[in-house]
Every structure is written in structure tokens, then in C-alpha cells.
């Protein structure tokens, strides 16, 4: 059975960093493209970045901002997120796509991130 953790969410001040963890199991995530996706209330899913073996891509609001990692050994998937905004506010997803067979697709159930005062 395959999951997806995602951790490190809650509560931070605009200007604040926090960093979210995705750990995978039931699938190796070195033969997958690994994102992060957001969706906050009433607004559409938005991709925040992806990951593949050689190559990052972010989505044009968080550019600068946010760096998204992996780490092959620990089977887990990171996005540093720095000089957050309320408009980050939103239910981040963590994503598994198989860099070769697209059919193979998993996602997480999603962590709660609030930039608030």
C-alpha cells in the first residue's frame, strides 16, 4: 500500500519559514517525480514544485521563496518555505508521479500551512 506523509505544517508569521516533509512508502521515490501542490479555500489546486532526478520547477508566486529537496536514502521529499505570505495559506499536497509509467500517480492526504498575524 502505497503512502504519503506530509508534515510540518501549522501556524507561522508573514515573513516566517517553515519547512514541510513528505515520507514515502510502498514505492521508491528515486523512479518518481516528486511536486507539491497547494489549494486553498474556493481556488483551484496550484502547482507549487516539482522534482525530477535532475531538474527542479516552480510555480511563478514562489519563486525565490520556496526550494523543494529530495532525499533518495530517506525515501522523503522536502519544500523549504521562507518569507511566507498570507496568500500561502493553503492545504499543501505532496505528489508521486512515475518518471515512466504516468498511470502510477499518488498523493497525500495534505498539511495545513496558515501565515497569519
Known amino acids: 500500500q502505497v503512502q504519503l506523509v506530509e508534515s510540518g505544517g501549522g501556524l507561522v508569521q508573514p515573513g516566517g519559514s517553515l519547512r514541510l516533509s513528505c515520507s514515502a512508502s510502498?514505492?521508491?521515490?528515486?523512479?518518481?517525480?516528486m511536486g507539491w501542490f497547494r489549494q486553498a479555500p474556493g481556488k483551484q489546486r496550484e502547482l507549487v514544485a516539482t522534482?525530477?532526478?535532475?531538474?527542479?520547477n516552480y510555480g511563478d508566486s514562489v519563486k525565490g521563496r520556496f526550494t523543494i529537496s529530495r532525499d533518495n536514502a530517506k525515501n522523503t521529499v522536502y519544500l523549504q518555505m521562507n518569507s511566507l505570505k498570507p496568500e500561502d495559506t493553503a492545504v499543501y499536497l505532496c505528489?508521486?508521479?512515475?518518471?515512466?509509467?504516468?498511470?502510477?500517480?499518488?498523493w497525500g492526504q495534505g498539511n495545513q500551512v496558515t501565515v497569519s498575524s
Open positions: 505528489n508521486a508521479h512515475h518518471s515512466l509509467f504516468s498511470w502510477f500517480d499518488y
Open positions: 510502498g514505492i521508491t521515490i528515486a523512479h518518481y517525480n
Open positions: 522534482i525530477s532526478s535532475n531538474s527542479t
